[in-house]
C-alpha cells in the first residue's frame, strides 16, 4: 500500500499550512495596529478642537 505522500510532500504541506496561520496572525496584528492609529488620532483631533476653544 502506497503511502499517501512523501516526507518531502508533508514536509512542503506542513510549511505552507505554517505560512498561512503566520499571515494569518500578522494580518490580526496589523488590524490591531491600524485600529490603535485610528483611535488614536480620533483622540487626537477631539482635543485638538478642545484645545482651540480654550485658548
Same mark, same amino acid.
Given at each position: 500500500?502506497?503511502?499517501?505522500?512523501?516526507?518531502?510532500?508533508? *514536509?512542503?504541506?506542513?510549511?505552507?499550512? @505554517? &505560512?498561512?496561520?503566520?499571515?494569518?496572525?500578522?494580518?490580526?496584528?496589523?488590524?490591531?495596529?491600524? *485600529?490603535?492609529?485610528?483611535?488614536?488620532? @480620533? &483622540?487626537?483631533?477631539?482635543?485638538?478642537?478642545?484645545?482651540?476653544?480654550?485658548?
Amino acid at each position: 500500500m502506497k503511502k499517501p505522500y512523501s516526507d518531502d510532500e508533508r *514536509d512542503l504541506i506542513m510549511t505552507l499550512i @505554517r &505560512q498561512k496561520e503566520d499571515n494569518e496572525t500578522i494580518a490580526k496584528i496589523t488590524k490591531r495596529s491600524v *485600529d490603535a492609529v485610528r483611535a488614536f488620532r @480620533r &483622540q487626537y483631533d477631539w482635543l485638538r478642537k478642545e484645545w482651540r476653544f480654550k485658548t
